[in-house]
Every structure is written in C-alpha cells, then in structure tokens.
C-alpha cells in the first residue's frame, strides 16, 4: 500500500501529461474534420452550379447563367458548338441564353463529376450528354440533337464560387 501511496503523484503527472496530448491530439483532429466538411460542402456547391448550369436549358430559367459566371474581364470560355473561338462573359451569356433557348424537349445527364479544390479555386470536370430539338423560329422546323461532350469549368471563391471559365468539347455526334 505505501508503495501506491509512493506513486501517485507520478501517475498523476503521466495522466495530466496523457491528457494534455489527447486534448491536443482532439483540437487538432476538431480542425481537420471541419476543414473536411467546408471541403465536402465546396465540392457539393460546385457540383450543383454544373447543375444549375445545364438546367437552364430544361427550366428555359437563364437568370441562374449570370448569378453562377464570374462577370469580369478575366472571364473566358470555349464551347462545344459554334462559334468554337475564346469569348468573353458578354458574348458567352448570350451565347449560352440563345444556345438553350433554341433547344425544346431539352435533356442532359452529367456523368463523372469531380471538383479539386485548390485554395480559393477550383476545377470541376465532367462529362454532359444533351439532347433535344433545335428549333428554327423562321421555318417553324426542327432537328434532332444528340451530343455528349467533355467539360471543364474552373471556379473561383470570394463570397460564392463563381465560373471564370467554361471549356466544352464535343466527344460525339
């Protein structure tokens, strides 16, 4: 018994020393899973605004095109349909507004998307098969379309990720 008296002391000071290292070891296990949630919930966001995106051809909702594209001079974007040169945000809105405007019985499906986050930016690729009827107002005549197409879009974050280029290419007819 005086020999566990004799120790207490020093098993008192190992716990305290034990629990210091596990108090710190769950403060810093806090830190990473929340680190881990805000990534989890970026790369949620980002996957909707894919979303959002290619819903405004099926909703004809084209306000969500602007709320989701960084309107700035720095804005770029490639398209999978004509005209194939780089644009800028103007030319891409109306680009993009007339493109799912034309289109009736509008569907799409996006496969394979994924989102990296590098900081304040992200880059989120996929790929996007569309289909529906292309529409000619003046002849009142359609034409089947079907393509699937890879994309890119690359995002930045200040308040909310914003698109700062769009990048489709055509795989199929």
């Not at 949630?37 to 405004?56: M, P, R, S």
């Not at 003046?138 to 890119?152: K, L």
């Amino acid at each position: 018994m005086n020999k566990l008296v004799k120790r207490v002391p020093a098993l008192c000071e190992y716990f305290n020393a034990e629990s210091v290292f596990v108090s710190r070891s769950f403060t810093r296990l806090k830190l990473e899973l929340s680190k881990a949630i805000t990534i989890l919930g970026d790369k949620d966001e980002i996957l909707d605004i894919i979303a959002v995106f290619f819903n405004a051809g099926k909703t004809k909702n084209l306000a969500p095109l602007g709320a989701i594209q960084l309107d700035d001079s720095r804005f770029s974007s490639y398209s999978d349909v004509p005209p194939f040169d780089l644009k800028d945000y103007a030319t891409t809105i109306a680009l993009q507004q007339l493109r799912f405007v034309s289109i009736s019985d509008y569907e799409c499906e996006i496969k394979n998307a994924r989102a990296d986050i590098f900081d304040n930016c992200a880059v989120a690729t996929f790929t996007v098969r569309q289909t529906g009827m292309i529409v000619d107002n003046y002849s009142f005549r359609g034409q089947h379309m079907s393509m699937e197409s890879r994309g890119t879009f690359v995002l930045v974050k200040s308040q909310k990720w914003k698109i700062v280029h769009v990048h489709l290419s055509r795989i199929s007819d």
